[in-house]
């Protein structure tokens, strides 16, 4: 079982920053992958950033240059900068683990945080 757990979420103005943490605990795999995703009201949750397991990451087009992800595998957490934030950037936003089971690290599980909420408004 992993457990998700975010914070940082809360009201900013336009190009204002916020930055979200995660952490994760439980039991996680040594093959494991951690992102972020929001969802606005009405919408589909979409990808923001994530890692990958060539430990790489992935962004969305629409926060490319503006958010950063990063994570402290020390700390099992990850975090998402978020500068020159837009009104469009507002949603929930969500934590995401993807486990990777093994022997074989094929199938992978995905945990959740509970969102957190990032408003960005005048």
């Known amino acids: 079982q992993v457990q998700l757990v975010e914070s940082g979420g809360g009201l900013v103005q336009p190009g204002g920053s916020l930055r979200l943490s995660c952490a994760a605990s439980g039991s996680l795999f040594s093959i494991n992958t951690m992102g972020w995703y929001r969802q606005a009201p009405g919408k589909q949750r979409e990808l923001v950033a994530a890692?990958?397991?060539?430990?790489?990451?992935n962004y969305a087009d629409s926060v490319k240059g503006r958010f950063t992800i990063s994570r402290d595998n020390g700390k099992n957490t990850v975090y998402l900068q978020m500068n020159s934030l837009k009104p469009e950037d507002t949603a929930v936003y969500f934590c995401?683990?993807?486990?990777?089971?093994?022997?074989?690290?094929?199938?992978?599980?995905?945990?959740w945080g509970q969102g957190t909420q990032v408003t960005v408004s005048s």
């Open positions: 890692e990958t397991r060539g430990r790489s990451t």
């Open positions: 995401n683990l993807r486990n990777y089971r093994p022997p074989s690290y094929i199938r992978a599980d995905d945990y």
